[in-house]
């Protein structure tokens, strides 16, 4: 996994994604950014991956790689995908700045037979800390904006996606924890030292 986290920008949670995903699959990787991730499974895991963006510039980067991508607002749902239509749908550090992640997931757990979702765990004692002691609201290295210029509307804690999961009936395959850019398949007390959180779910009682 070290060779891959060096092929990803340095990326712990691509990192993570790139490694459970199996050779030859079928993948949506939503606000896929640069395309780095589906540039790295395409080329080594020879997956058909298709990727999600609304920033033209970073399409621009996708179609240099020869990535193909599509321009669209994850908001507005996926109603033209047909049930489980991908083996996985990747919604990488993204989670956040959704107008109605919940109703997301909901798609995303819909056209996969897998999702896989990263995201800023809110819960980190050093974010808790700041906003105790400073009264102001934190930033850290995975939530370096300001409050007037982030794109983070609806920050959540590692308990409140397991709480969600459970609620919708959703079932976690996998987890992975990142603290200090680093890796960590088990990590005690996570929702308050885990930096960030890498899950991959589905949904319960799918014969898979």
């Known amino acids: 996994m070290k060779k891959i986290f060096s092929l990803l920008s340095n990326r712990a949670d691509l990192s993570v994604i790139a490694s459970w995903i199996e050779f030859g699959k079928n993948v949506l990787d939503l606000g896929c950014g640069d395309g780095s991730l589906l ?3 395409i080329k080594n895991k020879k997956v058909k991956g298709t ?7 970073k399409m621009l980067l996708c179609t240099k790689k020869g990535i ?3 321009q669209y607002d994850l908001n ?3 109603p033209f995908i047909g049930d489980n239509s991908f083996d996985y749908v990747i919604l990488s550090q993204t989670l ?3 107008s109605r992640p919940d109703k997301v997931i909901d798609e995303i757990t819909r056209i996969s037979k897998f999702a896989i979702l990263s995201f800023p765990n809110f819960g980190n004692y050093k974010i808790r800390f700041n906003l105790l002691l400073k009264g102001r609201m934190p930033k850290s290295k995975v939530l370096p904006y300001s409050w007037y210029d982030t794109p983070n509307i609806h920050l959540l804690t590692y308990l409140d996606f397991k709480e969600y999961c459970k609620y919708k009936n959703y079932k976690i395959v996998k987890t992975f924890f990142i603290k200090n850019n680093k890796l960590k398949k088990w990590l005690f007390l996570p929702n308050w030292s885990a930096d960030a959180c890498v899950v991959m779910i589905k949904k319960n009682g799918d014969k898979i």
């Open 39 to 41: 540039d790295y499974l």
């Open 68 to 70: 193909p991508v599509i």
């Open 51 to 57: 990727g999600v963006e609304i920033d033209v510039n």
């Open 76 to 78: 507005s749902l996926f």
């Open 96 to 98: 956040q700045e959704l």
